[in-house]
């Protein structure tokens, strides 16, 4: 799912979320001969955006003109049109790989992982991956979130924390933008332990996130037995980006993809949909990008970012740690 007019949002000129983004990803599937059929989604209707966000909020994007959601996150009066076909982009795809049992991508921007239900901010404005989640629970009794972003999704964790058919698990850096994701935060009421945080501190790279993925992520899916899986996919959480201090190459990037494949292979009926997240240093993000992609079809392509600089011992306390907690919940 790629809708082209995703390009034509722009936060604030010279921002890192930049329409250069999709067009570095776009060029880079070009180049591998990868683009060769995209869909142009519809974009989602109020009564879908509604399904996670309060009206209130909806309005409030709608008409808000000209000003700023947070610092970084400013509104103009197209945002509206534009978070809305961004979560069509997500809804499009939860969709298609729910009907094909094939692994889907959405191509998309802006980003939506931190607006809650009332709220936006760091650079989002809609949950494009909640809203495909809800979607997707009209049809499906559990849904799993697989969020790799390098920031705490907080807007997904707050729509879900108290909801037992949605599992969320994200691995971020802990102590940057938005603050949140603690290991101990577990979600709420019937919630609890359906919110799986994995809170790793800098320079945590590929064997870590390995680590994490076979001894919390898979273990925790495989008892939840999601019937779709859908990803946060942020590309930001790579050694090459500037926003971050985490340490994924594009190689761990890739086989956090064919592991995630894998499991919804083998739990989920092979229904999985990426969704596009954050991700700024656009060479390292197209490569990562195509390189899930390619996966689809079981193909791998050439890396150039791939020198993985990683603390497993660092890693492996944190995973020691969510184990630990999470533990009372699951059987780990
Ligand atoms: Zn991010």
Request: charged share 20%; glycine share 10%; with cysteine.
């Amino acid at each position: 799912m790629y809708p082209p007019d995703c390009v034509r949002h722009v936060n604030l000129p010279g921002h890192v979320e930049s329409p250069q983004r999709i067009e570095a990803i776009v060029q880079k599937l070009d180049a591998l001969h990868l683009l060769k059929d995209y869909v142009v989604p519809e974009p989602a209707s109020r009564r879908q955006i509604e399904s996670v966000h309060a009206a209130s909020y909806v309005d409030l994007v709608e008409g808000f003109g000209e000003g700023f959601l947070d610092p970084d996150t400013a509104i103009h009066p197209e945002t509206y049109g534009f978070a809305r076909l961004a979560a069509g982009g997500a809804l499009a795809a939860a969709l298609a790989c729910a009907e094909a049992g094939r692994p889907a991508l959405a191509l998309v921007r802006p980003p939506g992982h931190h607006a809650g239900p009332d709220h936006g901010g760091g650079f989002c404005y809609f949950n494009n991956v909640a809203i495909a989640a809800k979607a997707l629970l009209q049809r499906l009794p559990r849904v799993a979130i697989l969020d790799f972003d390098a920031h705490h999704g907080n807007g997904t964790e707050e729509i879900f924390t108290a909801s037992r058919d949605v599992l969320y698990v994200s691995t971020h850096q802990y102590g940057i933008y938005p603050g949140t994701g603690a290991a101990e935060s577990v979600g709420e009421g019937r919630g609890a332990g359906f919110t799986v945080n994995v809170p790793f501190p800098a320079r945590i790279g590929d064997a870590s996130f390995d680590l994490a993925f076979r001894e919390v992520v898979e273990p925790i899916v495989r008892q939840f037995l999601p019937e779709a899986i859908l990803v946060s996919l942020g590309g930001d959480a790579h050694y090459k980006d500037p926003l971050t201090h985490l340490s994924l190459s594009s190689k761990g990037y890739a086989a956090l993809a064919e592991q995630t494949l894998a499991l919804a292979k083998s739990v989920a009926h092979g229904r999985v949909a990426f969704v596009l997240e954050g991700g700024y240093h656009l060479p390292a993000l197209a490569e990562v990008v195509a390189a899930t992609y390619a996966l689809f079809r079981g193909e791998s392509i050439h890396l150039q970012f791939k020198e993985g600089r990683d603390s497993v011992e660092k890693g492996k306390a944190v995973v020691e740690r969510v184990k630990a907690v999470q533990g009372e919940y699951w059987d780990l």
